[in-house]
Nanobody
Framework: QVQLAESGGGLVQAGGSLRLSCTPS????????MGWYRQAPGKQRESVAT???????NYADSVKGRFTISRDNAKNTVYLQMNSLKPEDTAVYYC??????????WGQGTQVTVSS
């Protein structure tokens, strides 16, 4: 069983910064893609940023230039540095790992609230 533990969410004023982190535990597995998704009230879950094992990064247009995804290979941890936060970034943020067999693993979600 694989579990993903997220941390770093909270309440911040517009223009502020937060850093999310996500670390897996349980059985070992080979990661193909690490990513962050978010879901705002009344909206569908959307991809925010993804990072492949080969180093390819993709960002949603809405966060380009403000958010940075990175990883610590030794810890299998993925981070999301969020700068210049806007009220529209308010959502529950989920980390997601995809293994080489295309199994998906989700974190429990962490709330990010940006006040205006």
């Amino acid at each position: 069983q694989v579990q993903l533990a997220e941390s770093g969410g909270g309440l911040v004023q517009a223009g502020g910064s937060l850093r999310l982190s996500c670390t897996p535990s349980g059985r070992s597995f080979s990661i193909a893609v690490m990513g962050w998704y978010r879901q705002a009230p009344g909206k569908q879950r959307e991809s925010v940023a993804t990072l492949t094992s080969g180093g390819t990064i993709n960002y949603a247009d809405s966060v380009k230039g403000r958010f940075t995804i990175s990883r610590d290979n030794a810890k299998n941890t993925v981070y999301l540095q969020m700068n210049s936060l806007k009220p529209e970034d308010t959502a529950v943020y989920y980390c997601n790992f995809l293994d080489v067999y295309l199994n998906k693993y989700w974190g429990q979600g962490t709330q990010v609230t940006v006040s205006s």
